[in-house]
Structure formats: structure tokens, C-alpha cells
């Protein structure tokens, strides 16, 4: 491999060469098959396995598909990890193969045939506990979560750590008009919203862009934890609700109505939960989009926020 390759301009070929050396011998046919924010993921074939490599810069997210293997089962289909190494200047991560179309993807017919799946789906994540003394929000390499308490996370959002990998979102929402008084305005709101009383559960924290794969009327995997948190299960279900204009394909409201028993509770302190949730979302979004110089995306999303609060409240 040539010494001057980094992790984000690996071709097919020097996969294949690394995996050999690394992985097996037998690796054969390895092609790209995606490439999101964070990572590439090529399949190949070792015999009759398929198999997938996902390669990027953050290594800590391929432990966590590592970690989340463990919660595999008929309604959750996690892929399973053969292997994790270093690769170049950054790690791989290889895997089982899951098949299908990504959820966001689907039409209008093939949502409705797949809806009961999902329904299983986000039902299947809240019946995951956390392990006891795990922690709260994102899991470090080991599966720990790296914050006191579920406040503590959802309020670490205010912050633009120099350690993130985002860092300098702060700066950079500065560089338009109203960036600072939105985020502002939701830091506002989730300080007055936290609340420590929830339940104890495994978030996967991303369940679109193209991290579920459905196959007909069933999910064919889901994966890329690199968002895992331990926290309130109703993230998930905020996650679509959230993101829902952006994907009208997918019916959120029949989504939600058939996971009307996902939750027991007083209606109140589930509105207040629930708004908790999509507050964080909107506002680490604000910082992403900020980091990106994406500005259309960020008014966009903030507008989202402001429409999602008026309705909860």
C-alpha cells in the first residue's frame, strides 16, 4: 500500500490488497457500495460470504457496531462484527451483509408493507435496558456510557467541545444572521425541559440516513451505531418525527399510531420528554449544519424546531 494512501482515498484495490493481509486470504470482488459523513463501506466476497468493510477516520464508532451486535434478534437484525483493526491513518470495521433499500428511500407502497416491521423495530429497542452501571449517553469504545446522567447528555449539546469532531460550530454559526438567536432560543427551552425521570434504554440514535435497510416487508439490517446513547427510548420515535417533512413517503403519524402502547405514562410528562428529545436533535443538528457552512439546511432544520415545539407544547 502506498505509504502517502489515507483512509478516505483507499480504492477497491487497496482494500482488497489490505483486507487480504489483515482479514483472509480469500477476499475477493471488493467494490463501493456507500460513503456517508463519516465513513465508506465497500462488499466484497470471501468464498461464499458476503461481506461488508465500512472504513473511516473514528474507530470509537465501529466499536460501538462491535457492542451493539450483542442486542441482535429477529426484530432488531444487527450485522455481525468479524473484525476491527487499524487501517492507514484511520480503522475498518468488517461485517455480515445486510440487504435491501434504505427506509428513508422507500415509496409511499413499500413503506406501507414495511411499516409493521418498523413497528417491531422501535418496539424491540424499547424493550432493550441499559446494563446496569453503563451509564447515560454515547458509549465509548467499551459500551460505557460517557455521561452522569440523561441531562447531562442531552445538555452537552450546548457545548462545542474541542474534542468533538465538530469543533468550531460555535464560530462558524456566528457567520449568519440569526444562527446564534435560534440555537439560543432551543438551549433555552432544553434547559427548562431535562429531566433525569426516564427510562433507562438503548437509543440508536440515527435510524435513517441509510443505516436501515429494508427488504420487502422486513428490515434486512440495521447498523452504524456510531450515534448509540443509553437514554430515553422515545429518541428513535422523535428522530422520525423530526425529520419526517423531509421524507413524505413515510407515514410518521401511522408509524406512531402503531406504537401507541410504546410507552406508558402521564401525558404530560411524555409531551415533556418527548420535547427534550427533538430540542437536542434540532439543536445538534443547528451545530452540524453550522460546522458545514450549510446554511439553508441549518434555517431549515431551525424552522423545524420552532414547528415541533408549537405543536408539543
Do not use: K
Request: with cysteine; net charge negative.
Amino acid at each position: 500500500m502506498d505509504h502517502q494512501a489515507t483512509i478516505d482515498t483507499l480504492d477497491a484495490a487497496a482494500i482488497t490488497t489490505a483486507l487480504q493481509q489483515r482479514f483472509d486470504p480469500r477476499v475477493r470482488d471488493v467494490a463501493l457500495i456507500g460513503a456517508g459523513a463519516w465513513s465508506r463501506c465497500f462488499g466484497f466476497t470471501r468464498g461464499d460470504e458476503a461481506l461488508v468493510v465500512r472504513v473511516g477516520r473514528h474507530g470509537d464508532d465501529f466499536a460501538r457496531d462491535a457492542h451493539a451486535a450483542r442486542y441482535a434478534g429477529p426484530a432488531l437484525p444487527v450485522p455481525a462484527v468479524l473484525a476491527l483493526g487499524e487501517l492507514a491513518d484511520g480503522s475498518y470495521v468488517v461485517s455480515t451483509r445486510a440487504w435491501g433499500v434504505p427506509l428513508e428511500q422507500l415509496d409511499a407502497a413499500a413503506w406501507s408493507a414495511a411499516l409493521p416491521a418498523t413497528v417491531a423495530l422501535l418496539a424491540a429497542l424499547r424493550r432493550l435496558a441499559a446494563p446496569a452501571g453503563a451509564g447515560w449517553g454515547t458509549w465509548d469504545a467499551t459500551g460505557r456510557g460517557t455521561s452522569a446522567s440523561w441531562s447531562a447528555y442531552l445538555l452537552d449539546v450546548l457545548v462545542d467541545a474541542p474534542e468533538s469532531r465538530t469543533h468550531g460550530w460555535w464560530q462558524r454559526l456566528g457567520e449568519i444572521d440569526d444562527g446564534p438567536a435560534e440555537f439560543a432560543w432551543g438551549a433555552t427551552l432544553l434547559r427548562q425541559v431535562v429531566d433525569d425521570a426516564v427510562p433507562h434504554g438503548v437509543i440508536h440514535g440515527d435510524l435513517m440516513n441509510r443505516n436501515v435497510l429494508v427488504d420487502g416487508p422486513r428490515i434486512g439490517g440495521v447498523f452504524d451505531w456510531g450515534c448509540a446513547a443509553y437514554g430515553d427510548p422515545l429518541y428513535d420515535l422523535a428522530w422520525f418525527q423530526f425529520w419526517a417533512p423531509w421524507h413524505p413517503a413515510l407515514d410518521v403519524a401511522a408509524l406512531t399510531a402503531g406504537l401507541r402502547d410504546y410507552d406508558a405514562g402521564p401525558p404530560q410528562a411524555l409531551e415533556r420528554r418527548m420535547l427534550a428529545c427533538v430540542l437536542h436533535i434540532g439543536l445538534a443538528h443547528l451545530a452540524y449544519n453550522a460546522w458545514l457552512r450549510d446554511w439553508p439546511m441549518l434555517r431549515a432544520t431551525a424552522d423545524r424546531m420552532r414547528e415541533l415545539v408549537r405543536t408539543t407544547m
